[in-house]
Nanobody, 119 residues
Framework: QVQPVESGGGLVQPGGSLRLSCAAS????????VGWYRQAPGKQREQRGL??????????SYADSVKGRFTISRDNAKNTVYLQMNSLKPEDTAVYYC??????????WGQGTQVTVSS
């Protein structure tokens, strides 16, 4: 079983940067994929949107709204996936969640980390 734990959220001004970390209790090398999702204020859990995803083969994908600003990466030695967020906008404000998908298609969610972009 894999338990993702997010960290790195906080308050940042528009145009600023943050790096989120998703540390897994098990080996991320064995996972099918790890993704970052976000839930905007007032939205329900079912409305969480995919921000970025990285597969076991290091393929990456991004939501159109973050392309060119966010970068997802992984460090297998540290069992950690990162989300580097640059040029942050107020509309990026959300709780960011990490989701791990195992080889058997089981999903594991973290507890989330709050990102607030405001002046």
């Amino acid at each position: 079983q894999v338990q993702p734990v997010e960290s790195g959220g906080g308050l940042v001004q528009p145009g600023g940067s943050l790096r989120l970390s998703c540390a897994a209790s098990g080996s991320i090398f064995s996972l099918r994929s790890v993704g970052w999702y976000r839930q905007a204020p007032g939205k329900q859990r079912e409305q969480r949107g995919l921000v970025a995803e990285i597969t076991s083969g290091n393929s990456t994908s991004y939501a159109d709204s973050v392309k060119g600003r966010f970068t997802i990466s992984r460090d297998n030695a540290k069992n950690t996936v990162y989300l580097q967020m640059n040029s942050l906008k107020p509309e990026d404000t959300a709780v960011y969640y990490c989701k791990a998908v195992s080889r058997l298609w089981r999903t594991y969610w973290g507890q989330g980390t709050q990102v607030t972009v405001s002046s």
